[in-house]
């Protein structure tokens, strides 16, 4: 039998975890995922805009058979909707930062998620046992930190979604 995991999404200051495998991870000026319109990314007159940040983890719910680990992350092509104007940025962090206005100024480390696809993936954890019960997050899990850069000259309203995957392997 194979593990049942979630991806979590983290929000508020004493952080709240939330499934998001089944839905979208909104990014926009807000700490929600709330699918609505409200507190959208201005699209700056010059330079570089940014959304406020996401912080996901990997979660085994249930179905453990020993370990987990050696966890991957990688993203599908850009949608067309998104060239040259749209950028999804990522980075590991260690530590939980609730996000917040802070995070429009771009948030530290990140990197264009363009360069981690499923040849050539990110590396969130090489411990083969990263995750070894049932109801966990396992020990040495980083926060994979996303957030979406928009450029001056992006046309205006809801763009595509991009579709980003984890891999495992799993004993």
Known sequence: MSASVQVHVFHGATPVATDI???????KLSDDDAADLGH????????????????????????????????????????????GTVSLLVGLKST??????????????????????SSSPLTVSTNAALITSNASYGSGQDYLV??????????????????ASFRYDEV
Do not use: M
């Open 21 to 27: 495998r089944d839905t979208e991870a909104r990014f």
């Open 40 to 83: 959208p990314v201005p699209i700056p007159s010059s330079g570089v805009g940014y959304s406020w940040r996401k912080s996901v983890k990997l979660y085994c719910v249930s179905g453990l058979g020993s370990q987990l680990g050696n966890l991957r992350y990688f993203v599908a092509a850009a949608p067309s909707d998104w060239a």
């Open 146 to 163: 996303s957030q979406v850069a928009i450029a001056a000259g992006s046309t205006p309203g809801v763009k595509t979604a991009r579709t």
């Open 96 to 117: 939980y930062t609730q996000a917040s206005a802070a995070d429009e100024d771009g948030v530290a480390g990140l990197a264009n998620a363009d360069l981690y696809t």
